[in-house]
C-alpha cells in the first residue's frame, strides 16, 4: 500500500479546485485546499505538505510570489505550477523561481496524477533495486546520494528536488558519456516537448549553480544530443 501523499493546492478557480480535491482524494491523497496565494503560504509553513500545486494568477499573492517565498526557507518541496499562459518565459520564470514542474490548463487527472507521483518520488512501480541500493556518489569533491536526495561539499550540504537529484544521478552513472535529453525527458516529464526542453536546461543551470564549488566540474551541453558530467 502506497503512502499518502499531501497536496497543498492554491486555487482561486473553485469548480477547477473541487473537481482537483474530489479526484485526487478519491485516488488516496490528502488534500488542503488554499483560495489565494496569501492563504497557500500560511498553509504551506503550518502544515508541511509533501508536494505544492500552484495556480499562477491568483489573489492577493499570486503563485510566481508564493513560490518566491516559500524558497527561501525550503528548498526541497516538489512544487507544481498549474497555468493558463503559453509564453514561454513565463514557463522559464517559474523554473527559474524554483518551481519543478508545470500544467497547462485544460490538463487531464490522471497527468496531473502521475505527475504528483513523480514529483514526491513515489511512483506507483517499484524502483529498480541498484537505485534503491544506491549510496554515495562521488562528484569531483562533492558526494552525492541520490536516495536521500542531498549534495555534500566539505561537510557542508544542500537538498536537491527529485528531479534536479534524478538528472544528476543518471549524469552521475554515465560520467564522460552523453545522456540523451531525450531519455531524461521522457522518463522524468512523459515527454520531450520544446516547453519541457527548456525546463530541462533550466534545472541543468541549477545543478551547475549548486556544483560550482569545485571548478573542475562541468555539466556540457551536447547541442541537438544531450548532456555530459565532467570532472
Not at 138 to 145: A, C, K, P
Not at 168 to 193: A, N, P, Y
Request: hydrophobic share 40%; aromatic share 8%; glycine share 6%.
Amino acid at each position: 500500500m502506497m503512502e499518502e501523499i499531501r497536496v497543498l493546492l492554491a486555487e482561486d478557480e473553485q469548480t477547477l479546485a473541487m473537481i482537483i480535491k474530489d479526484t485526487l482524494e478519491a485516488q488516496g491523497f490528502v488534500l488542503t485546499l488554499a483560495r489565494d496565494g496569501a492563504e497557500a503560504l500560511r498553509l504551506f509553513c503550518t502544515q508541511k505538505p509533501d508536494v505544492l500545486v500552484a495556480d499562477v494568477m491568483m489573489p492577493r499573492m499570486d503563485g510566481f510570489e508564493l513560490v518566491r517565498r516559500i524558497r527561501l526557507s525550503d528548498q526541497k518541496t516538489p512544487v507544481l505550477f498549474l497555468t493558463a499562459r503559453s509564453a514561454i518565459d513565463d514557463v522559464v520564470q517559474g523554473f527559474e523561481l524554483g518551481a519543478n514542474d508545470y500544467l497547462k490548463k485544460p490538463f487531464g487527472m490522471q497527468e496531473l496524477i502521475v505527475r504528483l507521483r513523480a514529483l514526491v518520488g513515489r511512483n506507483s512501480m517499484q524502483q529498480p533495486v541498484s537505485m534503491k541500493q544506491t549510496e554515495w556518489m562521488e562528484v569531483g569533491q562533492y558526494l552525492f546520494n541520490p536516495t536521500s536526495q542531498r549534495l555534500e561539499y566539505a561537510g557542508q550540504g544542500v537538498e536537491l528536488s527529485y528531479r534536479e537529484s534524478e538528472i544528476l544521478r543518471r549524469l552521475c552513472e554515465h560520467q564522460k558519456e552523453v545522456v540523451s535529453s531525450q531519455s531524461i525527458l521522457l522518463e522524468l516529464w512523459g515527454d520531450d516537448s520544446f516547453f519541457n526542453q527548456r525546463s530541462l536546461h533550466v534545472f541543468i543551470t541549477k545543478l551547475r549553480h549548486k556544483l560550482a564549488k569545485d571548478e573542475r566540474i562541468r555539466i556540457v551541453n551536447v547541442r541537438g544530443v544531450g548532456y555530459k558530467l565532467l570532472t
